[in-house]
């Protein structure tokens, strides 16, 4: 990976900067789902290990080459008035090879017992293009009218993308034993699939920032005109979806002299969407709206802040997975995402730092026409909460330079599926995390510009289940991992 970036001034009024980000990998592919059975519930097998490997060596494989490039350059044309310009290019090719977890467990095909230790699988294997061009134009101005400070955005952007995608399956590969895996056996990868998505965006756009005394007001808009193209060439089918849609948002809030800022916000969203269902139909643009309201309270003069907010979020025309059709998605109707959150920072001591936070969330299919209507989303957690001490040592010490933290990483246990036939829920973990560092030019080598950190998650290792999307499709936390950073600035 290299990624090189470089800003040019000619003069004060004008800034360019062009940046690359060229990254190449070759992995096997991990995020395998296993059974409930076996990693959330006890199996007369007992547990499966987080280890267990149910692709096929030699088989499974992922190879992604990407790159991006684009520009940033502004010119400040007088004291009011700035033009801006971003643009960006960016590609991914990805090649995806692997048996996935199956639907069904299945007597054991070496001693035929039906104990629940093997499973069918389903097998990829696709190839998969993308390209993506955005540019932005954007005329800025900062004025005075009367007592009123105004930044006035005003623009024009456009966004292509295009995606090819060719992906050939295997719907019957070999059972695995999930306890007592045997690997070799042939695969059959067939039934191709195609397609070639285009997206083409072009959005007008206004903004005004407003500050009056201690009130800020920040009112917004703009207009979308998007064409989404959907060619399928195995299946013989084109769709195009045309859609055009106005989207709006303020902001109101009041900065009081001690620090304490109350806020309200209103916003809508606009997304078009590539693609079709099972049955050829394009997806329609999923839309939004969001209103949060909260209060912030940050010390004047100091690195420390708290605050808590409220949110509602309505979403239309959602994509998810159609389980009855795998490797094709549904659009299931709304979403209705509700929740309170709470995160602070503070400096206890000149030397100690506290960073905490606290959210609960309340997701709920608000229509659907396949039984989840009045249901929470598989793998969504109602609450989630961390906390994150650390300490450094300073002063004409040996240890100077020397740091350390520890936190904590709570996730309330979530739903397994959907659906109420055959529900069940994950159950809550908690993780600790670690950290020691050292800065160089702080200790008595005086290195200037030198840090050494060290990162752990998961201190104890812990074995535990994140996340389920169906019964035989959940996924082990990640173990303990240690990463080392070494920095030199100059």
């Known amino acids: ?101 199956g639907y069904a467990f299945v007597p054991n095909p070496v001693t035929g017992a039906d104990d629940q230790s093997a499973m069918t699988r389903y097998g990829v294997d696709w190839a998969q293009r993308n390209k993506v061009f955005g540019i932005d134009n954007m005329a800025q101005a900062k004025f005075n009218t009367f007592d009123v400070a105004h930044t006035l955005l005003i623009g024009v952007d456009y966004y292509h993308s295009n995606s090819k995608f060719l992906g050939l399956y295997d719907r019957n590969p070999p059972v695995i034993d999930l306890y007592n895996p045997v690997y070799g056996k042939p695969m059959n990868f067939g039934q191709p699939f195609k397609w070639d998505r285009t997206i083409n965006q072009t959005g007008l756009y206004v903004q005004d920032q407003l500050k009056w005394d201690n009130w800020f007001l920040t009112l917004g808009g703009r207009y979308d005109w998007a064409e989404a193209d959907n060619k399928e060439p195995i299946a013989g089918t084109h769709t195009t979806v045309k859609d055009e849609k106005f989207t709006g948002r303020a902001g109101l809030g009041y900065a009081f002299d001690n620090g304490v800022t109350p806020y309200v916000s209103y916003s809508e969203s606009f997304l078009p ?20 309201a909260g209060i912030k309270y940050q010390p004047p003069g100091q690195d420390s802040f708290i605050q808590l907010s409220v949110y509602e979020i309505n979403q239309q025309n959602i994509l998810t997975a159609d389980v009855g059709n795998p490797g094709f998605n549904s659009q299931v109707g709304e979403l209705r995402s509700r929740g309170v959150e709470l995160e602070g920072k503070a400096n206890l001591t000149d030397n100690l730092g506290l960073i905490a936070s606290v959210s609960r969330n309340d997701v709920v299919y608000t229509k659907d026409n396949d039984g989840r209507e ?21 002063g004409d010490t040996p240890i100077a330079g020397l740091g350390m933290g520890l936190g904590a990483r709570y996730v309330r246990g979530s739903d397994g599926t959907d659906f109420a036939d055959g529900h069940f829920s994950i159950p809550s973990y908690t993780v600790y995390d670690g950290m020691v560092s050292y800065d160089l030019q702080q200790s008595p080598l005086r290195l200037k510009g030198v ?40």
């Not at 009045?374 to 300073?394: E, I, K, N, Q, V």
């Not at 996340?467 to 080392?484: A, K, P």
């Open 1 to 101: 990976m290299i990624a090189p970036s470089l800003t040019w001034s000619p003069n004060e009024q004008t800034r360019l900067t062009v940046y690359g980000h060229y990254q190449r990998d070759n992995g096997v592919p991990e995020a395998q789902g296993l059974p409930a059975v076996g990693t959330v519930f006890a199996s007369p097998n007992g547990r499966i290990k987080r280890s267990r490997f149910i692709g096929e060596p030699g088989v499974n494989s992922y190879d992604r080459e990407q790159y991006t490039f684009g520009y940033e350059v502004s010119h400040e044309l007088d004291d009011v008035w700035t033009l801006k310009q971003n643009t960006r290019y960016a590609y991914v090719d990805d090649k995806y090879r692997a048996p996935l977890h």
């Open 374 to 394: 009045g249901r929470h989303p598989s793998g969504t957690p109602p609450m989630t909460a961390s906390l994150w001490l650390d300490y450094h040592f300073t």
């Open 273 to 292: 969407l590539s693609g079709a269902d099972y049955a050829g139909k394009a997806f329609e643009p999923s839309t939004g709206k969001q209103v949060e």
């Open 451 to 490: 840090k050494l950190q060290v990162n752990l998650q998961n201190l104890e290792d812990k074995v535990y289940v994140s996340r389920c999307t169906s019964d035989v499709d959940c996924y082990y936390g990640e173990g303990r991992t240690i990463t080392t950073d070494l920095t030199y600035n100059w």
